[in-house]
């Protein structure tokens, strides 16, 4: 028996075909939802990674009256992403200020942050004043700061201060991360988060 195949379902098929589609378009086109929303564990804590160096920032702060002259302090944060490859993360915070009228200083933050014993977090806004001592005409630079929490004190905190050269460590209940926009902040505690809920659900319990 012969089966004439239409041509237009030919057609169709041939409509059909496209380039190899990258990991994003494919969950685009199934309707997988971003590192905030249904993404792996991995894919989660690697959108995390890459965010985490955002949360970066230099300013100058003035003291006008100081020694009777405008005297400065060059001051800059960085978060940098150690360790993103399982439901612990690490990650640390670098202070870094220049007084011009004392020694640099340095001050290194490490979080350990388990994320299966993670109890949400929030956004708090907190203003740095850029002169000193504060006046209403005062400029203010505003920050997002996302709040991790944590149970029982389970965040590892490691403290390293230079030029004294020393180290303190403590466990807390919370780790923060200091933003400057909102909307970035507002995503990496969401995707936070999730990969809190993930981690959560690989428990044996």
């Avoid at 466990?171 to 993930?198: C, G, M, P, W, Y």
């Amino acid at each position: 028996m012969n089966f004439a195949i239409p041509i237009n379902y030919v057609s169709g098929l041939l409509n059909e075909l496209h380039e190899p589609m990258s990991l994003e378009q494919m969950r685009t086109n199934l309707g997988v939802k971003s590192a905030a929303g249904g993404a792996s564990l991995n894919e989660t804590l690697g959108w995390l990674k890459e965010k985490l160096p955002l949360a970066s920032n230099h300013h100058v702060i003035h003291f006008p009256e100081l020694l009777g002259a405008d005297r400065t302090k060059d001051v800059t944060f960085r978060t940098t992403p150690v360790r993103f490859d399982s439901c612990t993360v690490v990650f640390d915070f670098t202070e870094a200020s220049d007084n011009h009228f004392g020694p640099p200083s340095v001050a290194t933050t490490r979080f350990t942050v388990p994320l299966g014993a993670s109890t949400g977090g929030d956004i708090r806004t907190e203003d740095i004043v850029l002169s000193v001592p504060e006046t209403p005409e005062s400029e203010k630079l505003e920050t997002w700061v996302v709040d991790l929490d944590a149970m029982s004190k389970g965040v590892h905190w490691e403290t390293h201060e230079d030029p004294s050269n020393t180290t303190a460590t403590s466990s807390q209940n919370f780790a923060f991360i200091t933003f400057f926009d909102e909307s970035v902040a507002t995503r990496v505690l969401n995707a936070f988060k999730h990969a809190a809920d993930l981690c959560r659900s690989k428990e044996p319990f």
